[in-house]
């Protein structure tokens, strides 16, 4: 499990740094091996059990992120709210301590795969494989919208997705719930000492970057525009930069519709609707449910885009007759038609070869 795929050269550097922490053991149960990815508030790494089960995820809050309070009640309430969703579809919370180096840290269920957001990079996706993942992913978000949980910040980077054995579709596992709100229906977002909206300005709904506030529907949005993508291979809104540009694109800018994309011939006309209705950007005029969403995509099969063979007619009532006569007198009509029409194009042609030319004018010389 990481927040980002990302290079340990790349990951940010502590005072104490990341490196020193391999190795060190989290309440004598768990010792740091190798860093896996770093996102803004902390790296993630993978760590043995010493009793020998398998490998977990630990995510060490950034001395730095820390430092504010709260950063800190934020990584709290994370495992305090994925302790509370028990979902095959949701990442596990183990435990939550603190390093021998003081650093807060977070013990998760360890996941061997990659991000969706990764996944994605590479093109379109089959369709097939779209459907899994949102059936997935909004099997997860229902579990926790009924209770009262919004997730706020889904995303691609936020969904990994693992090969299991013997199946051709993937474990799908939605992570990173440290922007969640319990109880979020009429509850306004949090922004930070700076003012700023947190989220990712990319997947947040129009409601969410104006800051009034949220409920499940703010995730519909989210995960409506990463259907789009997965199918589309692009996202339905024009480039945009920070909060500022990708407002006024969520808030003002009609999303590119999914029909004007070759792939809108696999759907049905329903789930194009449903697919465009989840970008709304009124939620009142969304879709209510991320299941709905999933329903959608999962209750009509693919349309074969391949053209058909043109197949001959074969009788069913004995051996095949002979032509009719009204057939054969028409074949007749039209070859007389043709003969005629010919004949008379031949004496054209002779007339018109045997005119002699006219003689050249004279001139005074």
């Not at 340990?8 to 149960?29: E, F, V, Y």
């Not at 009509?333 to 003689?359: H, Y």
Request: overall charge positive; hydrophobic content about 40%.
């Amino acid at each position: 499990m990481c927040d980002r795929s990302t290079s340990p050269s790349s990951l940010p550097q502590s005072p104490r740094g990341w490196a020193r922490r391999h190795d060190q053991t989290l309440h004598d149960r768990w010792r740091l091996k190798e860093a896996l990815g770093a996102g803004s508030t902390g790296t993630v790494y993978r760590a043995e059990r010493l009793d020998g089960g398998g490998d977990v995820a630990v995510k060490v809050l950034h001395p730095h992120a820390a430092l504010g309070t709260t950063t800190r009640a934020r990584f709290v309430r994370e495992c305090e709210l994925v302790t509370k969703l028990r979902h095959p579809n949701i990442i596990r919370f183990h435990a939550l301590g603190e390093l021998p180096d003081g650093a807060l840290a977070m013990v998760m269920e360890y996941v061997h795969g990659e991000s969706l957001a990764a996944r994605m990079r590479r093109g379109p996706m089959p369709l097939p494989l779209v459907r899994h993942v949102v059936t997935e992913v909004a099997a997860a978000l229902d579990h926790a919208h009924a209770r009262g949980i919004v997730h706020r910040d889904l995303k691609p980077e936020n969904v990994l997705v693992s090969p299991r054995e013997g199946r051709a579709l993937p474990d799908v596992k939605v992570v990173d719930f440290g922007l969640a709100k319990e109880g979020a229906l009429g509850a306004r977002v949090d922004i930070s000492l700076r003012g700023e909206i947190l989220g990712t300005p990319r997947y947040m709904s129009p409601e969410q970057l104006c800051g009034v506030s949220v409920d499940a529907r703010a995730d519909v949005y989210a995960l409506g525009l990463m259907t789009y993508e997965m199918l589309t291979g692009e996202s339905p809104y024009r480039p945009a930069r920070g909060v500022a540009g990708w407002a006024d694109r969520h808030l003002f800018d009609d999303p590119k519709p999914i029909d004007a994309h070759p792939v809108s011939r696999a759907l049905s006309g329903e789930a194009r609707r449903t697919i465009m209705r989840a970008l709304a950007k009124s939620r009142e005029n969304r879709v209510d449910r991320a299941g709905e969403l999933a329903a959608c995509l999962d209750a009509h099969p693919v349309v074969n885009l391949l053209p058909r063979p043109r197949r001959r007619a074969v009788s069913t009532e004995g051996p095949a007759r002979g032509p009719r006569w009204p057939t054969i007198l028409a074949a007749a009509l039209v070859a007389a038609v043709l003969l005629i029409g010919g004949v008379l194009a031949s004496r054209d042609a002779q007339s018109v070869t045997r005119r002699e030319p006219a003689p050249p004018a004279l001139r005074d010389s």
